[in-house]
Nanobody, 120 residues
Framework: QVQLVESGGGLVQPGGSLRLTCAAS????????MGWYRQAPGNERELAAV???????KYADSVKDRFTVSRDNAKNMVYLQMTRLKPEDTAVYYC??????????????WGNGTLVTVSS
């Protein structure tokens, strides 16, 4: 129906940068919000950053001033630019979309996740 595919994860040293990319495809009518959640080992999934189609953003306090979420609405893509990465940013990062399909209004969709490891 709707697929979200992430890319860009990997191993990075503390203080380094990484950019995640997510593309949405399928039976999309419109996208109300897209962004990123993350889940560290032993922890629950938590919001990292999200952006509405209107441009409003929300960030977790732990990533403010280090991460930047952006979107290309024409391409149904969302990005997460991560800078000054810390070991505690290590997690699986999941692309998230609040998407209206051809048959349903405002459903939550998730990607399969991409692993980000911050370690020296």
């Amino acid at each position: 129906q709707v697929q979200l595919v992430e890319s860009g994860g990997g191993l990075v040293q503390p203080g380094g940068s990484l950019r995640l990319t997510c593309a949405a495809s399928g039976s999309i009518f419109n996208i109300q919000a897209m962004g990123w959640y993350r889940q560290a080992p032993g922890n629950e999934r938590e919001l990292a950053a999200v952006m509405t189609t209107g441009g409003s953003t929300k960030y977790a306090d732990s990533v403010k001033d280090r991460f930047t979420v952006s979107r290309d609405n024409a391409k149904n893509m969302v990005y997460l630019q991560m800078t000054r990465l810390k070991p505690e940013d290590t997690a699986v990062y999941y692309c998230y979309g609040l998407i209206a399909t051809m048959t349903h209004y405002g459903m939550n969709f998730w990607g399969n996740g991409t692993l980000v490891t911050v370690s020296s």
